[in-house]
Every structure is written in C-alpha cells, then in structure tokens.
C-alpha cells in the first residue's frame, strides 16, 4: 500500500476506483506505446482482431456475446477500425438486419506486426502479475460470483442486513 495513496488506505471501500485507475493507466500506456511505434491502432482493438481472424464471418452480435461488452459498445470499435479501413461490414444475404464484420486486406497484412506489439504487452502483463501468480484465477472467480448475482443485488441484499 502506497502511503499518500487515499484509494489504498480506504481499502474495499476505493476497489473499484483503484481497478478503474489501473485501468486507465495501462490503456493510455498502451495508446502512447502504439503511436511511438507508429502503430494506428487502439487497445481495445486488439480483441477484434483476434476474434475475427478466428472468426471470420461474426454478426455485430455474436460479436457483443463473445467479448462480453454492449452492442453500442462493439458499434463504436467497428466503426473506428473501418474508418482506418480494417473491418468491413457486409449484410447478411438471409437476415438483412445483421451485419457480419471482416478483417480486410490491410489488417492481414498489419497482422504480423500487431501480433509482435501484443506478445511485448503480454510480455509486460507477466511481469506486471509475476508476484501475485493468483491473479488471473481470482479475477475469474470475481466475475464469476458478479455473474451469478450483481453487484447491485448483493448490494441491496446487505443494505437490509
């Protein structure tokens, strides 16, 4: 615990504004490490791009259950990676409702080297979790428990008690 640090002293009670900060810090760090190897690319692309090289043909949808985020959430990454012209969407022939994405020309062709700049980051979450070799199964079992009952309702359960 960082003494000055008002987050850590206030223990559970700052949890979600330390995880939040966390967070923060290493997206901004992964945005300045792109564009310092000229990479024009955002962090949270990198899911895309692994979900779609293995999945070539995911609706807007599919692809919102898969990474677990909201509908709008996807909407906002797809249109910014086609706008720098690495995904294209197609209608469904059967479903003209449904948009399936692709990865284009450009993105395999970038593939090679994003895949160099993810395995450095990978390299440097290990470091970052070397010490708490627990980490990643304790995150699992966070979610997990948030998944069977929210945080809201255990919330409004222990307000009663």
Request: charged share 30%.
């Amino acid at each position: 615990m960082v003494e000055d640090d008002f987050l850590s002293q206030i223990d559970l009670a700052g949890l979600t504004s330390r995880l939040k900060r966390l967070s923060d810090t290493i997206l901004y760090s992964t945005k300045d490490f792109y564009k310092s190897v000229g990479a024009d690319i955002e962090p949270n692309w990198h899911l895309m791009f692994l979900l779609l090289k293995n999945n070539p043909d995911f609706t807007i949808t599919e692809i919102s259950e898969k990474l677990k985020m909201s509908h709008p959430a996807v909407i906002k990454i797809i249109q910014k990676m086609k706008e720098r012209g690495y995904l294209i969407t197609i209608t469904d022939k059967i479903d003209s409702r449904k948009q399936i994405v692709k990865l284009t020309e450009k993105s395999f062709e970038s593939l090679p080297q994003f895949e160099k700049f993810w395995s450095a980051c990978t390299m440097t979450m290990q470091e970052l979790v070397a010490d708490t070799p627990d980490f990643l199964r304790n995150l699992d079992s966070i979610e997990e428990k948030v998944r069977e009952s929210s945080y809201k309702e255990r919330t409004l359960k222990n307000l009663k008690k």
